[in-house]
Structure formats: structure tokens, C-alpha cells
């Protein structure tokens, strides 16, 4: 796939089209071969957990910001999030999982408030959602997924930074678990 071809089949300039590229190859979910072509960056379990390490720390500095930063409206969302997360783990709703797990990012993100943080996370959002997307028919326990993410929830409402550490902590612990099975998928 080259960039021309791309601007041509979206009916749009190849600036745009240029602009999203990179912001793709910046978030290493495509790779730019100049004069050659784009081409979708190769999955690679090593590098998901080399990823994870990053996130996790990240993660907790996030949690725990979020928990002492929070304003008294952003607890109610957070209270609000963390059932809905167990709604969708009841009714076993994928698709509303991961409605709810992109708004936990976001919100906890806001309330974190560290841009610095939130940005870095951003970038590893869409590698994390790729690998959910590649595997989340392997995976079948959404409803767990969706515990930790409310448990992390629920502290971030209680402003207890401890307990959100602790449950990122578990969260992450999940997921590097899910990471590691699919090398035997």
C-alpha cells in the first residue's frame, strides 16, 4: 500500500492521509518504507510485554494520581463506571466492555490530570486494543476483565491511591497472564 494509492481510495489529499501515517507509525502500529510502501507493523508477543512493563508503571502512576486528584464529579463517574463494567460483565457484553474500558481510560486519564502521563498512555492504547481485538476470542472471561478494571474504579471514587495501585497492579497482572497465553494460541 503507498500513500498515493490511500488518498486515492479515500477520495482525499495526500497531506491528511500523510498525517495519519505517521501518527500510526509513531504509535508502531505501521511501518513507512519511503519510496516502497506502508505495511501494517508485525505483532509480536516479546514487544506486547515489553509494552506492559511501560504501561504497568505508568498505570500506577496513573491510579494513584487519579485517586488523589479526582474531584467530587469524577468520583460519582468512577462509581457509575465501576457498575456498569460489572452490567457488561452480567449481560457477558463484549462490545460494551470495551466501550467502558476506553471510557476508564479516558476518564481516569482526566483525572489523573498529567498530560505527560495520559500522552504516553495514549500511544500504547491502540497496540493494547489491537492485541484485545487479534485475541479476545481466546480469551472468554471478559467478565474477569471487567472486575479488575471495576476494582480500579471503585478505588479511584474512594480516593484511595493505595488500593488503586494495588488494583492496577492485579489489572496488569491479568493482562501480561492473557499476553503470555497467547504464545500457545
Known amino acids: 500500500m503507498s500513500e498515493a494509492i490511500l488518498a486515492k481510495r479515500l477520495n482525499i489529499g495526500r497531506t491528511p492521509v500523510r498525517e495519519a501515517l505517521h501518527r500510526l507509525a509513531r504509535e508502531n502500529l505501521v511501518v513507512i518504507l519511503p519510496r516502497r510502501g506502508i505495511l501494517v507493523a508485525e505483532f509480536n508477543i516479546r514487544s506486547q510485554l515489553k509494552m506492559l512493563e511501560v504501561r504497568r508503571e505508568i498505570e500506577r502512576l496513573i491510579a494513584r494520581s487519579a485517586a488523589e486528584r479526582a474531584n467530587a464529579a469524577e468520583r460519582q463517574q468512577f462509581r457509575e463506571l465501576a457498575i456498569a463494567l460489572r452490567q ?5 457484553d463484549d462490545l460494551r466492555f470495551m466501550r467502558l474500558d476506553q471510557d476508564f481510560n479516558r476518564f481516569t486519564a482526566r483525572a489523573a490530570r498529567n498530560e505527560f502521563a495520559s500522552t504516553t498512555m495514549a500511544l500504547m492504547g491502540g497496540l493494547s486494543r489491537r492485541f484485545w481485538f487479534m485475541h ?14 471495576a476494582a480500579v474504579a471503585e478505588a479511584i471514587a474512594q480516593g484511595d491511591s493505595e488500593a488503586a495501585v494495588q488494583a492496577s497492579d492485579k489489572l496488569l497482572d491479568y493482562i501480561e497472564h492473557i499476553t503470555r497465553a497467547a504464545m500457545d494460541w
Open 88 to 92: 457488561a460483565a452480567t449481560d457477558n
Open 136 to 149: 479476545h476470542q481466546h480469551i472468554n472471561d471478559m467478565p474477569l476483565a471487567a472486575e479488575y478494571h
